[in-house]
């Protein structure tokens, strides 16, 4: 065999190993809501709990991260959608997580690169050695650790709830703020609530309230019925109470002058059992008129 023709079937080989390699790339994404694990909720199939390198995986809709996941491939968490559980999340070196949405995790370890947008939160530490850019809020609930990785983003902020711990060769952008403090984190009853199907709507009541309408099926059975708001999404108090009497209940609130408030509805059953509902996200404008829009668990 000459030297021309062994170069050719090298060059085929090469083709035939890249084209190869790309067919077996797939897109995974949500249709509706549901557990991370459900193969019920993903099209076209469950692509599993380790997102292999070449993939894309979108998650469109409201989705509970009831196992840890590895990402070797990309992962996107839509605008709109949210990706929330007691579980870890580690990107791999190989790995992209690119987050428009709310993720609230157990842990959250990076190897490879995060872009953030929106919300992107750790009930523990969040662990980089890679690269996080990050134009909104990472949180961290106890351990901000940065190994020797990069922090970056315009004008985005970095909170710790406990510590900030960096090495010497770690890389922290000009334009980033970061903040060590103590903070009430509300999500780590993530796992030890029950969530309920519901819907939340919020309105405007006038020129100095806002009406928050919760329904459920689930509410009948609610000993206790409490609203809880916020200037941050992050800090809760409550601010109503109410023992529900059917599947609606009305509950109302002061307008504050902030113009962009979270509000959220826990209840207790009669043996102390504690339920979850949706949150709604509530932007209001110079007339006092609201918006909302269901921005974490909701199905």
């Known amino acids: 065999m000459n030297n021309l023709t062994t170069q050719k079937l090298i060059l085929v080989s090469l083709i035939a190993s890249i084209l190869g390699g790309n067919a077996y790339a797939t897109t ?19 692509p599993g709990n380790i997102l292999k390198a070449g993939d894309s995986v979108f998650i469109n809709s409201q989705v509970v991260l009831n196992i840890p996941i590895a990402v070797e491939g990309t992962l996107f968490i839509e605008k709109g959608a949210a990706l929330q559980g007691n579980k870890e999340i580690r990107v791999a070196k190989s790995g992209l997580l690119e987050n428009k949405g709310n993720t609230v ?6 190897e490879g690169k995060i872009n953030n947008e929106l919300i992107l939160e750790a009930m523990m530490e969040v662990d980089n050695s890679g690269v996080i850019n990050n134009t909104a809020t990472t949180f961290a609930g106890s351990t901000l650790l ?3 990785g990069v922090l970056d983003g315009d004008k985005g902020s970095y909170f710790s709830n406990n510590t ?6 770690s890389i922290y952008g000009k334009d980033i703020n970061v ?33 928050v309408e919760i329904t459920s099926t689930s509410l009948k059975n609610m000993e206790t019925v409490i609203l809880e708001k916020s200037i941050d999404g992050k800090i809760f108090y409550k601010v ?14 002061r307008i504050a002058m902030e113009n962009t408030l ?9 043996s ?4 979850q509902f949706p949150e709604a996200l509530v932007k209001i404008s110079d007339k006092s008129e609201t918006l909302s829009m269901l921005n974490r668990i909701s199905y």
């Open 28 to 46: 995974y994404k949500t249709i509706s809501h549901g557990k991370f694990s459900d193969e019920n909720i993903w099209q076209p199939t469950y």
């Open 105 to 110: 995790v157990k842990r959250l370890s990076n």
């Open 146 to 148: 940065n190994k020797g």
């Open 164 to 169: 900030v711990i960096a090495s010497p060769n």
């Open 179 to 211: 903040f060590q403090a103590s903070f009430t984190n509300p999500a780590v009853q993530i796992d030890e609530s029950i969530y309920c199907n519901a819907s939340l709507n919020v309105v405007a009541g006038g020129s100095d309230k806002v009406l």
């Open 240 to 253: 109503a109470e109410a023992k529900a009497e059917n599947s609606t209940l009305l509950l109302e609130d």
């Open 262 to 270: 979270w509000y959220r509805i826990s209840a207790y059953d009669l």
């Open 272 to 275: 102390g059992k504690q339920y």
